[in-house]
């Protein structure tokens, strides 16, 4: 099927790849239809677009590509209601938001939009792991992450 997204136009869509949100995202209750499209070249990022609204897609990153240590806490009703058994089944999307200035680009990593792989039944929850917030700037995680490999590998 064919979509207009944000960032590509007009492009072609496997409709079994239509991700239903349960509750559509946190300011954007109405919309629960959406896919996840992205080019090669612009990895870890991706797009979580609106299947039925060009203009609503919002930039996603799996959190480990931020955080490599990123752990997720979900209450029983997160896992019920995408029908998953266990954390296996899930995959996580943290909502990036770029700014004028991308140095300046911050990550959720405390609403998370989690989506089982295998009915795509997703929902943005609260990860009930207390240290992560809503905006966490992007360039202080990396380097941070940096140092503790550098750390880790006996460096200074």
Do not use: C
Request: charged share 30%.
């Amino acid at each position: 099927m064919k979509i207009e997204s944000k960032p590509y136009g007009e492009i072609e869509i496997d409709s079994s790849k239509v991700v239903t949100l349960k509750g559509g995202l946190f300011g954007f209750e109405g919309k629960q239809e959406f896919v996840i499209i992205g080019k090669e070249e612009e990895r870890p990022f991706e797009w979580l677009q609106s299947v039925d609204q060009p203009d609503l897609a919002f930039v996603i990153v799996q959190p480990q590509y931020i955080r490599s240590d990123y752990s997720l806490s979900l209450l029983p009703e997160d896992y019920r209601d995408i029908e998953a058994n266990s954390s296996e089944d899930i995959i996580t999307y943290a909502i990036v938001v770029v700014p004028e200035n991308p140095d300046n680009m911050t990550v959720n990593l405390k609403g998370p939009v989690v989506i089982n792989q295998d009915n795509l039944l997703g929902k943005q929850v609260i990860n009930q792991v207390e240290e992560y917030k809503v905006r966490h700037r992007v360039l202080d995680e990396l380097e941070s992450n940096e140092a503790e490999e550098v750390t880790a590998e006996g460096g200074a």
